[in-house]
């Protein structure tokens, strides 16, 4: 892979779990619901600190973007954890109505994520994403994230049985422990990162959660 693209598979590992197709698959596969409801949730919430960090270690060492690591982290709690709070202490005024009318905001919710992937895909078309990757490298990067899920759906298979966890819990270990998150991940991108690489930086994240999705 090019050292952009390295990067962004390093990236890629550092990022929480997704929270609705985490629950959706464990849901399916009638495995722990509420588990994989704490764990993703938790996840998603250490990420917001654990992943600027991570990054600033391991993939940036001594700084990303031109910002220390905790600027970074207070700007991504701007993004991703404000609106999750304000969320929950709304939840009293706007929760009933949400749980109304959920079919047809899901189509909110789903829309947002597809137009935040959209326009950072889009600004890295525009920048000559597919000049920087050509077919052979791009192949290359789906090969690396099918090796990468593999790893890890074996290694959470193994240790729920070795643990000694119930087939709920294995479960919910599997669904949870082998995703990541296209939602915050974008966003994260942004901040962590200078603009003209991250198109380039996500790649690796786009191929692996279509990836995650169809073999889950």
């Not at 997704?18 to 919430?45: D, E, H, K, P, Y």
């Not at 991504?76 to 929950?88: K, R, T, V, W």
């Not at 729920?160 to 974008?186: H, M, P, Y």
């Amino acid at each position: 892979l090019t050292p952009d693209l390295a990067v962004g598979m390093l990236f890629l590992c550092t990022l929480p779990a997704t929270v609705q197709s985490a629950i959706a698959f464990t849901a399916m596969a009638r495995g722990n619901v509420s588990a994989a409801v704490c764990s993703a949730s938790a996840s998603s919430l250490i990420g917001v600190f654990i992943t600027p960090l991570l990054v600033g270690w391991l993939v940036v060492p001594g700084g990303v973007s031109g910002a220390g690591e905790l600027e970074a982290v207070g700007r991504i709690m701007l993004q991703l954890m404000l609106p999750f709070a304000l969320g929950q202490l709304l939840q009293p005024w706007v929760g009933g109505f949400v749980q109304r009318h959920a079919a047809r905001l899901k189509y909110v919710d789903q829309g947002s994520i597809l137009l935040v992937v959209y326009t950072a895909f889009s600004a890295a078309v525009i920048e000559g994403l597919w000049k920087q990757v050509p077919l052979p490298i791009l192949l290359g990067v789906v090969v690396a994230s099918c090796v990468l899920l593999a790893l890890v759906l074996v290694l959470t298979t193994r240790l729920g049985r070795l643990l000694g966890f119930s087939q709920e819990d294995q479960i919910t270990i599997v669904f949870c422990g082998s995703k990541k998150s296209l939602a915050s991940g974008v966003p994260m991108a942004k901040v962590l990162f200078a603009a003209p690489v991250v198109g380039v930086m996500l790649l690796p994240l786009m191929i692996f959660h279509q990836i995650q999705l169809m073999v889950c």
